[in-house]
């Protein structure tokens, strides 16, 4: 595998991480340096440790795999998204510029698992190609993921405090739209 078809697969695989990224800037307050890189570590890690697993897992459980990854984004990102829908609606009226509820560790978490089922998928499938070095594909896709996620989070602080109380509104939706799209992409095109 070359250089730009790796970097391909890091960035495509970086997508949700990015859009996710870019949420989180929308709509939690304090979403400081310190989150930031936090949320930058975690993406890039689980978008690294996906890889690898799906990698060691190879073909012996691929089919298990694909079968049910599609169900557990739509899910994650579907309650949270619709959590942040839920809050948007509900804070609507008090005009509040960004959610007051915060980020924190767990919300973090079940969001690195949400977008990071994919590259397990993309691990399997690089145990069937020949010349494949694990770790070094898995540690480009960490800090392409890293790099991404980072810059994702001050593109969502800068257009946050544009788009004042619709940020959760906007942020949930978009969240839906990602699980949606997983679960359509794994059902009807895989």
Known sequence: MGFIELLLIAAGLSMDAFAVSVTNGLCYKNVKLKWTLAMGLCFGLFQGAMPTIGYFLGSTFADYITALDHYVALTLLGFIGGKMLYDGVKSKEE??????????LGILLVQGVATSIDALAVGVSFAMLPNVNIVTAAGFIALVTFVLSITAVFVGKKFGSLLNNKAQIIGGLILIAIGIKIFIEHTFFS
């Open 95 to 104: 005009e509040v510029k960004r959610s007051d509820s915060s980020i924190n």
